[in-house]
């Protein structure tokens, strides 16, 4: 058998999914349908692990979360025109953020091009925007070929997301299997280190610094750099602030973290140590009021075009995170110097933090119902894992819950990320589900929404339960966008108004029963008013780890945080 392949003949997406194996991608998330579903088919036959999804924007957040957490780009499957279309909030949510994602798309038949033909759309052009690389394989030969230019691309230099058209009659049509060459796996990314006369004079404006910082984002997640940044850290003595997604890279309950005194750190640091953040609205474009109009920043980032956005830097150290960070420590073992640990710096920083932090402990033990934001970000940070993963979206309930909620490993915070987006939260979680059970068994998903942010993709609590995944979804409930209002004034509210059009924009529902949503399909839900039974409820939910939770937390629908020294924060997602 076998002894003559000159005949045997292959499919396109049988060449599809063997070249994404090829290329070592592990997992693919989408909704199948014409023409696509002979794609997973073929790709769950070669031990890709295939997700099906509810909705494809869904399914493009996970993909791209898989690349984040994994460094190796998930895969989005989706079909011709609007599976594509859904598609895009995912592609550019990933760009925006930086991660490796591959958008695999099913187009309208070649020959039918320009006729309206089914789901007809111009797709490589639409996704050329939201990319770095959008293209279509002109042959099937040429398809393994795109495949790893799109997954090399994808992850060299800044991450990103690549897109793949493919036409609906590649899928089936056959082509010779000794035609068909396999591209070997792309190299692993290249390392570049900073120039050393640059290193050099980063260490000689950091010893300088009265008042340092260390500012520390996703990009140094990405990078895996949480070794080399913690010794830096402690070596010399150094403050630091992770970014929302920084966070975890050095422990947030490390002593040195100040994110308890955020404001005030970044208001008075004379010299800023960018470790892959960038300065645009998430750092206040590192511009006055925020910072000093003096400050210095020593600026890495693996790209070059990023480098003195916004600000001036006094240093700038093109290369990859973990390297460049090793570099520094190098410099530091030759000529060891300490930010004084007991010095004005950090004794003005640890007074800030205490008191700030009393502020919150105030607020979390009021005792009036409905609870407010920190009460339950209280109880739920009293009973979290410290390992656990917790993915993040809503307004107040990602603001406050950032602060409250204490991530202990690198890569595990996902939320609304640099995009500002809404409605990622459940295919984050899918995908953190998924990375825990093949990475790091038991370690536990814990999905923080607000009611709205729940909404967007809520019907993904069937993939969750069809997967049986352990996530803990908590819906932070305030009856609305914002703010909502309680039963009583909505029913007023109703008799008083001649038509429903004129409810404020921002209501939802209130008292919505969304742990129904979870137990429809066979997961556990929970409706919960009080701190007894929320502590009750997530203690049951974390010991049982046979079946998906969704506790439905009701809070004061006006609760809104705590005073700001900048009124602005309030409306910014910081
Ligand atoms: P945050 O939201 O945490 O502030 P950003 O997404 O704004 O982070 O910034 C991340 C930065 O990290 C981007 O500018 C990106 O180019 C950079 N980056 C990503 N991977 C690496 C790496 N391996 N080494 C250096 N910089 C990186
Ligand atoms: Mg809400």
């Known amino acids: 058998e076998g002894s003559d392949r000159s005949e045997e003949q292959v499919s396109g997406a049988k060449v599809i999914a063997q070249a994404l194996k090829t290329q070592d991608v592990e997992y693919m998330f989408g909704v199948v349908g014409i023409p696509v579903t002979e794609i997973a088919l073929a790709a769950q036959e070669l031990g890709i692990k295939y997700i099906g999804m509810r909705n494809e924007q869904a399914a493009c957040y996970a993909a791209s979360a898989v690349?984040?957490?994994?460094?190796?780009?998930?895969?989005?499957?989706?079909?011709?025109?609007?599976?594509?279309?859904?598609?895009?909030?995912?592609?550019?949510?990933a760009n925006m953020n930086c991660w490796p994602l591959i958008v695999i798309g099913g187009s309208s038949e070649r020959n039918q091009e320009a006729m309206g033909a089914f789901q007809e759309f111009p797709q490589v052009e639409a996704c050329r925007l939201y990319t770095k690389f959008s293209a279509r394989p002109s042959t099937i030969e040429l398809i393994p070929f795109i495949i790893e230019k799109a997954v090399r691309s994808s992850i060299y230099g800044r991450p990103g997301a690549c897109y793949i058209d493919i036409p609906a009659d590649f899928v089936t049509?056959?082509?010779?299997?000794?035609?068909?060459?396999?591209?070997?796996?792309?190299?692993?990314?290249?390392?570049?280190?900073?120039?050393?006369?640059?290193?050099?004079?980063?260490?000689?404006?950091?010893?300088?610094?009265?008042?340092?910082?260390?500012?520390?984002?996703?990009?140094?997640a990405y990078s895996h750099a949480e070794d080399s940044i913690r010794k830096l850290v402690e070596q010399c003595s150094l403050p630091f602030l992770p970014t929302p997604m920084g966070k975890g890279v050095v422990p947030d309950n490390h002593p040195n973290c100040v994110g308890a005194a955020r404001s005030r750190a970044l208001q008075s640091a004379d010299v800023i140590v960018l470790f892959g953040a960038r300065l645009n609205w998430i750092l206040h474009f590192g511009l006055p009021p925020r910072y000093q109009a003096d400050v210095?920043?020593?600026?890495?980032?693996?790209?070059?075009?990023e480098l003195g956005n916004n600000v001036r830097p006094s240093v700038i150290l093109l290369g990859d995170i973990n390297a460049v960070s090793k570099q520094l420590l190098e410099q530091f073992d030759k000529t060891p110097w300490q930010c004084p640990p007991d010095g004005q710096w950090w004794k003005t920083l640890r007074e800030k933090?205490?008191?700030?932090e009393a502020i919150s402990k105030?607020?979390?033990?009021?005792?009036?119902?409905?609870?407010?934001?920190?009460?339950?970000?209280?109880?739920?940070?009293?009973?979290?894992?410290?390992?656990?993963f917790i993915v993040s979206e809503g307004a107040n309930t990602m603001d406050i819950g950032r602060t409250m909620l204490q991530n202990c490993l690198p890569r595990h915070r996902l939320d609304a990320g640099s995009f500002g987006t809404m409605g990622?939260?459940?295919?984050?979680?899918?995908?953190?589900?998924?990375?825990?059970?093949?990475?790091?068994?038991?370690?536990?998903?814990?999905?923080?929404?607000?009611?709205?942010?729940?909404?967007?993709?809520?019907?993904?609590?069937?993939?969750?339960?069809?997967?049986?995944?352990?996530?803990?979804?908590?819906?932070?409930?305030n009856n609305g966008i914002y703010q909502g209002f309680d039963a009583d004034t909505w029913?007023?509210?109703?008799?008083?108004?001649?038509?429903?059009?004129?409810?404020?924009?921002?209501?939802?529902?209130?008292?919505?029963?969304?742990?129904?949503?979870?137990?429809?399909?066979?997961g556990k839900g929970y409706f919960v008013r009080t701190p007894e039974e929320l502590q009750h409820s997530l203690r049951q939910a974390l010991q049982d780890t046979s079946k998906p939770c969704l506790l439905n937390i009701m809070i004061e629908p006006q609760s809104t945080r705590k005073a700001q020294d900048f009124h602005w924060l309030t409306r910014s997602n910081m």
């Open 491 to 522: 029913e007023k509210m109703l008799h008083f108004q001649e038509a429903a059009t004129t409810v404020p924009p921002m209501c939802l529902l209130p008292n919505s029963h969304y742990e129904q949503v979870m137990t429809t399909f066979g």
């Open 173 to 220: 049509l056959q082509a010779n299997v000794t035609s068909i060459k396999y591209k070997e796996c792309c190299m692993p990314p290249p390392v570049s280190m900073a120039e050393t006369s640059a290193v050099c004079a980063a260490a000689s404006v950091l010893r300088d610094a009265k008042q340092p910082l260390l500012i520390i984002g996703k990009g140094a």
């Open 424 to 477: 990622v939260g459940l295919g984050f979680a899918i995908a953190a589900a998924l990375v825990a059970k093949d990475r790091s068994p038991g370690q536990r998903v814990i999905c923080v929404e607000g009611d709205s942010a729940f909404g967007f993709s809520g019907m993904e609590v069937e993939t969750i339960c069809r997967y049986n995944l352990p996530i803990i979804l908590l819906v932070v409930n």
């Open 296 to 305: 210095k920043f020593i600026q890495i980032d693996i790209c070059a075009e």
């Open 67 to 93: 690349g984040y957490l994994t460094g190796r780009p998930g895969v989005c499957l989706v079909v011709s025109g609007p599976g594509l279309i859904h598609a895009l909030g995912g592609m550019a949510n």
């Open 353 to 356: 933090m205490k008191s700030n």
């Open 362 to 388: 105030e607020l979390a033990s009021q005792k009036s119902l409905p609870m407010n934001y920190y009460t339950v970000f209280y109880h739920v940070q009293e009973q979290l894992p410290q390992d656990s």
